[in-house]
């Protein structure tokens, strides 16, 4: 899997751009200084420059280098740190109750089995009163094909994220449909659903 995601990182190019998620940069008011966050799969680096740039303390990780070293740079010409770990998220150690706040932003290549233990680990990993703020695709995505897996198992459903986040307080959830541009791999009309969720104190 590392050749596959290298591959598509080997252009100078910011192939999902530099600018962070719309609907991530939409929850800024929840970004404190000093808060300890977790960006997962952040690729290069857009969305964890981002919240850098807002004060917090950012782990970032990914499972490709070529990515990795891109939101180097990024964060070098941002003036800003982000501590950055390669890491494959189906295999990694997620700390107990060590983060203030995950951005899951577009985390939709793992199949069911791997997501439930993404999952698992956003639970487990957020401090008590921890927020998650996460977007990702719906299965209608698959018809727009603007963007994502060619996988309808892989995306999410409003149900699904009650389903898996029900007994949090839900700040924000739903469906919609909406025009997007993140660089060349994330373009057009899209299927998509928001969440920003708070873990119980």
Not at 163 to 179: N, T, V
Not at 192 to 199: I, N, P, Q, R, T
């Amino acid at each position: 899997m590392s050749d596959f995601w290298n591959a598509r990182y080997a252009t100078d190019d910011y192939i999902f751009g530099t600018a962070p998620n719309v609907f991530l940069a939409s929850q800024a008011a929840l970004i404190q200084p000093d808060m300890h966050v977790l960006a997962i799969a952040d690729g290069e680096g857009r969305n964890g420059v981002w919240l850098a740039e807002h004060g917090a303390r950012v782990h970032a990780i990914d499972y490709s280098a070529a990515a990795l070293e891109k939101a180097r740079r990024l964060a070098s010409e941002r003036g800003v740190m982000l501590e950055i770990e390669q890491a494959d998220v189906l295999d990694w150690t997620w700390p107990e109750a060590a983060y203030d706040l995950v951005a899951a932003i577009f985390i939709q290549f793992a199949s069911p089995p791997g997501r439930d233990r993404i999952i698992a680990g956003i639970r487990r990993t957020l401090k008590p009163g921890g927020l998650l703020i996460l977007q990702g695709y719906t299965p209608k995505q698959i018809g727009f094909a603007t963007g994502g897996p060619p996988h309808a198992a892989n995306m999410y459903t409003a149900d699904l994220l009650r389903e898996w986040f029900g007994d949090w307080e839900m700040l924000h959830l739903a469906e919609h449909e909406s025009f997007i541009s993140e660089g060349t791999h994330h373009h057009g009309m899209s299927a998509l659903v928001d969440l920003v969720a708070k873990k119980p104190a």
